[in-house]
Structures are given as structure tokens and as C-alpha cells.
């Protein structure tokens, strides 16, 4: 039976060796043959490559994929949240200093009191036509 750290090799061999990975994004862990892959990759053809390649080295028993995909030119959360932000300052009709903006996994939540309504669809409205 191979031990961790040979898996840890064999696996992030394998990973180098296929040009469908950028492997320098991926971190490998392994424990009791189970591996753990960490990173950031650019598609998800690259993901499911990363997994396969994984699974190809012997003694792999599980694989556990903490992959995330940011897509080249994709919006992080943080860029959303700002964008969403200067929206709401800039439209003159939404008291921007009363709406707080959160945003996880490039889902936006606003939240708030405003005084009428048409404030509250019009901030959903403006931050809603946000494009990446």
C-alpha cells in the first residue's frame, strides 16, 4: 500500500503532466488515501480534468474536490459588491446610505428601509441590470 506522501506525489505528477490542468492552481492533500484537492481553476472543463486525473493514480481511495472556478473575466463578489454600490450612489432616486449590499457567490442581497416602495424596486432594478 502507498503511503500519503507517495499518493501526494503520484497525484500532483499526474496533474502536471496533463495539459488540461493548470496544476499550479491546485494544492493536494492527502490522508488515508484520501485526497483533497484546493484551489482556484478557470473552467470547469479543468475541474472535472483535475478529478479524473486524480482518480487515475493508484491508491486514490476517495477524492474530495474544494475546487472553485473563476471563469477569465468573471465579476469576484467583491467586484459585484462594489459595482452594485456605485449603482445605488449614482441613482438619484435611491437613498444608497440606508441599503446595505452583501454579496456570496456572486448572489446579491440588499437590505434596508427606504421611505416608499418605488425606492425599494428601483434599487432591486438598478442592481438587478448589473453585467459582468
Known amino acids: 500500500m502507498k503511503s500519503d506522501h507517495q499518493i501526494q506525489k503520484d497525484v500532483a505528477e499526474e496533474l502536471d503532466w496533463d495539459p488540461a490542468i493548470d496544476a499550479a492552481s491546485i494544492g493536494v492533500e492527502v490522508h488515508e488515501g484520501i485526497v483533497t484537492l484546493n484551489g482556484h481553476l478557470s473552467s470547469y472543463a479543468e475541474k472535472l480534468a483535475a478529478e479524473r486525473a486524480t482518480e487515475r493514480v493508484s491508491g486514490v481511495r476517495a477524492v474530495v474536490v474544494k475546487l472553485d472556478v473563476h471563469p477569465p473575466g468573471a465579476f469576484l463578489d467583491e467586484a459585484i459588491?462594489?459595482?452594485?454600490?456605485?449603482?445605488?450612489?449614482?441613482?438619484?432616486?435611491?437613498?444608497?446610505?440606508?441599503?446595505?449590499?452583501?454579496?456570496?457567490?456572486?448572489?446579491?442581497?440588499?437590505?434596508?428601509?427606504?421611505?416608499?416602495?418605488?425606492?425599494?424596486?428601483?434599487?432591486?432594478?438598478?442592481?438587478?441590470?448589473?453585467?459582468?
Open 81 to 132: 459588491a462594489e459595482a452594485a454600490r456605485e449603482a445605488l450612489q449614482w441613482h438619484v432616486h435611491v437613498p444608497s446610505d440606508v441599503i446595505k449590499v452583501r454579496v456570496e457567490r456572486g448572489w446579491v442581497t440588499l437590505s434596508g428601509n427606504v421611505e416608499w416602495g418605488y425606492q425599494k424596486n428601483l434599487a432591486e432594478r438598478t442592481v438587478s441590470q448589473l453585467r459582468a
